[in-house]
């Protein structure tokens, strides 16, 4: 599937991209179960599916097969520097797989291959394909719209040197990005585990809202709820 950006972005406007992905060693780490559960998503309502992650291009591959809807895909390289389709090579694989986006890693920091963000932009473009750009600054936003990236995503927000952890979205980079390049588009992502949270991020001009971990997790949801209820081990016995 390839779109123009004014067409992915009437796609995705307002509305949910749910990223389906699982790490090594998860309950969830296999390509059969990726494409199921971005199948649940988009019988929920979600606008566009993120996915590749560990699972790479054969996750990008079959959930492409498997849904109507935009695939934004990656590829994840480690855990450590620029991680994040961090190379021309898998921009390269990613959009070949059939991925409509590819989302990479936007910042300044050096890529594995030598090259410069801007060139992989250059390369996704070159071959018909959109580029998301996870950054975790202003700056780094503002960089990345100038190097040609179609949107930028908040996704590195607290996972960088150059951005404080939270344990919440970042709501004031979301508001700070649309102020600043009223032109690129600005896609939430990073610890959105809440409808609330994902309005929230609209009303602070974001296009559009990527929510993994809470949907598509059930070890984190388990997790969520039996913490709530050891709190509550005193006031509940008898």
Known sequence: MRLTREEFVRTIHGRLIVSCQAPEGHPLRDTPTIVRMAQAAVR???????????GGVPDVAAVRAAVDVPVLGLTKDGTEGVYITPTVAAAHAVLDAGAAVVAADGTSRPRPDGSAFADLVAAAHGRGGLV???????DEGIAAAEAGADLVA??????TGNSPHRDGPDLDLVAALRKALPATPVIA????????SAAAALARGAAAVVV??????????????????AGQTGVLSP
């Open 44 to 54: 929920g309502g979600a606008a566009a599916i993120r996915c590749g992650g560990v």
């Open 132 to 138: 998301l750009a996870d950054v975790s600054t202003v």
């Open 154 to 159: 908040t996704t590195l927000s607290g996972y």
């Open 189 to 196: 992502e990073g610890r959105y585990h809440s409808p609330d």
């Open 212 to 229: 993994g971990t809470a949907i598509t997790d059930p070890a984190w949801l388990t997790a969520s709820f039996a913490a709530a209820a």
